[in-house]
């Protein structure tokens, strides 16, 4: 039976969705039996002025390491009781987000947190460089 991921940031435009279709690509590459969605925490995850269906940051980063982008479909918020479907819960920011996952999401009580900042607060080259660094280990666990 495959298992699968959830990778959560505020708006599913940048880091969840690096994070979504680096580990997917990792996990293809390995033949394993794991696949990673992602989606946003906001109220309106299609309210937050993103221009586009994903961060141009993300885009090049999983160009640059030979990763397809998923630029298909845009930003996805989660629905309430939709973490249950999935094995292992990620957030990319604990300061960012648990309190978020508290207050909207209270049956998320095995939440791994990760400390990937967002754009204005860390460079995209040290965020995303980190956070794949974090889903190639979480691959070679």
């Not at 586009?52 to 999983?62: D, F, R, V, Y």
């Not at 607060?121 to 460089?129: D, F, I, K, V």
Request: proline share 3%; hydrophobic share 40%; aromatic share 8%.
């Amino acid at each position: 039976m495959a298992k699968k991921v959830l990778f959560l940031c505020t708006g599913n435009y940048y880091r969840s969705r690096f994070a979504e279709d680096w580990f997917n690509h990792l996990a293809r590459e390995k033949g394993l039996d794991w696949s990673a969605e992602s989606r946003g925490l906001a109220n309106a995850v299609l309210l937050l002025r993103n221009i586009g269906p994903m961060s141009i940051h993300a885009i090049q980063e999983l160009q640059g390491r030979g990763a397809r982008a998923s630029t298909r479909r845009w930003p996805q918020g989660l629905k309430p009781g939709e973490g249950r479907q999935f094995d292992q819960v990620i957030a990319l920011h604990r300061e960012e987000h648990e309190a978020l996952i508290a207050a909207r999401f209270p049956e998320l009580v095995d939440v791994t947190y990760w400390d990937i900042k967002d754009l204005g607060e860390e460079s995209s080259a040290s965020a995303l460089g980190r956070l794949a660094a974090k889903v190639e280990a979480l691959i070679g666990e």
